[in-house]
C-alpha cells in the first residue's frame, strides 16, 4: 500500500466517533467531495459540519447529489477549482470492502472469505460498483451545472445507493457510481375519476323486463306482486 501523503487522516485515527452498543461508528450522515490538495475524498460529518477523515472509497445510500451555484459561478470567473460540489447521504461504509469477515459457530468466532476471487478480476462482492446496476457520474463545472449520468449526460438528483471513490481504489476506472432511481409508473389520466353514462357518451341500457306467460301474470295480479 503506498504512503499516505502528509495531513491524510484515515478512519482508523478520525474522532471523536459516537459509540453503539459499544462499538464505534462513523456519523450517521456525511457529505463526501473530491479534496484537490490530498487527492483523495474528504468525509464531513454533515451534523456538525467538521472533517471527520479521508479516505479512497465511500459508500452512502439515500444520496443526494449537491451543487453550490455560486461556487461554480466562482470557477468559471476566476478558472480556479473550488469545493462547491458535494454527494450527501447515510455513511454505509469507509475504505474498500474486506473480504475477510467473522461469524460466531457454536459459540467460536470463525473467519471466513466472502468470496474466492483472486483479487485480479472484478468481484461484486468485493467490488459491488463492478455490478450491472451500477451507473456511472461524473461532474464538470465547466459543461454542467449538476452532476450528470456518464453516457446520457441526464442531471442526477438523487439515488438510493452511491459508491465515490478516488484514483487509488482498485476496480472500475470511474469515481462516481449510482444506482438509478426508478421510473415512475404511468397513471391513468382519468384514474380516480367517475364519469355519468351521459358525460363518457355512452347509452344507457335499460334491464332486461322479464317475461311473463297471461298464466304467470293473472297469478302475479292476484298476488299483488304486478
Given at each position: 500500500?503506498?504512503?499516505?501523503?502528509?495531513?491524510?487522516?484515515?478512519?482508523?485515527?478520525?474522532?471523536?466517533?459516537?459509540?453503539m452498543d459499544g462499538i464505534e461508528v462513523a456519523p450517521d450522515r456525511v457529505k463526501v467531495y473530491f479534496n484537490l490538495n490530498l487527492d483523495c475524498l474528504s468525509v464531513?460529518?454533515?451534523?456538525?459540519?467538521l472533517l471527520y477523515c479521508h479516505a479512497h472509497r465511500v459508500e452512502i445510500h439515500n444520496a443526494k447529489f449537491r451543487v453550490q451555484e455560486a461556487g461554480r459561478q466562482r470557477v468559471l470567473r476566476e478558472k480556479r477549482k473550488n469545493v462547491h460540489a458535494y454527494i450527501i447521504g447515510n455513511c454505509h461504509d469507509i475504505g474498500?470492502?474486506?473480504k475477510e469477515r467473522h461469524r460466531?459457530?457454536?459459540?467460536?468466532?470463525?473467519?471466513?472469505?466472502?468470496?474466492?476471487?483472486?483479487?485480479?478480476?472484478?468481484?461484486e462482492k468485493c467490488i459491488p460498483e463492478s455490478g450491472d446496476q451500477f451507473r456511472h457520474g461524473y461532474y464538470n463545472p465547466y459543461k454542467h451545472k449538476t452532476f450528470v449520468d456518464d453516457i446520457s449526460n441526464k442531471s442526477l438528483f438523487k439515488s438510493e445507493r452511491v459508491i465515490?471513490?478516488?484514483k487509488t481504489a482498485v476496480g472500475p476506472h470511474f469515481n462516481i457510481f449510482y444506482i438509478p432511481e426508478p421510473k415512475p409508473k404511468r397513471v391513468p389520466w382519468n384514474k380516480g375519476l367517475r364519469y355519468t353514462f351521459d358525460q363518457m357518451g355512452f347509452k344507457?341500457?335499460?334491464p332486461r323486463r322479464r317475461k311473463y306467460t297471461p298464466k304467470n301474470a293473472e297469478n302475479l295480479v292476484n298476488l299483488g306482486l304486478l
Open positions: 500500500m503506498s504512503k499516505e501523503p502528509k495531513g491524510f487522516i484515515s478512519w482508523k485515527d478520525a474522532g471523536p466517533r459516537k459509540m464531513i460529518d454533515a451534523e456538525t459540519g474498500d470492502v474486506a460466531l459457530v457454536r459459540d467460536k468466532i470463525e473467519k471466513y472469505e466472502i468470496c474466492n476471487c483472486e483479487g485480479t478480476m472484478w468481484c465515490i471513490r478516488d344507457k341500457k335499460h
